[in-house]
């Protein structure tokens, strides 16, 4: 059996979206790391698919309201990072 190794990280982000990450997180009673872990791998897949889902799950959380619309996520999403 693979063993995952896993490392603690630090970052800082906005105040409201990590509360609303943390109500997330409670809501589907899972861990916060957990949530953001899903997140991270469906941002770097190359998976359409899974790209797609993740967008919706995104337009049914902003739906809410606080953070950016799902157009702009996907507009931010296509930008080549390494572009000048």
């Known amino acids: 059996m693979k063993q995952i190794m896993k490392k603690k990280i ?3 982000i906005d ?3 990590l509360a609303g990450v943390k109500q997330r997180a409670a ?3 899972r861990p916060l790391a957990g949530l953001i872990e899903d997140a991270l791998n469906g ?3 190359e998976d359409r698919t899974a790209r797609a889902d993740a967008l919706r ?3 049914r959380f902003t739906a809410q309201g606080g ?3 799902p157009e702009e996520i996907e507009e931010i ?8």
């Open 43 to 45: 941002y770097l897949g």
């Open 77 to 84: 999403l296509e930008e080549d990072p390494l572009a000048p």
């Open 15 to 17: 105040e409201a979206l």
């Open 57 to 59: 799950s995104l337009a």
């Open 67 to 69: 953070l950016l619309p």
């Open 27 to 29: 809501a589907e009673r």
């Open 10 to 12: 630090g970052t800082i």
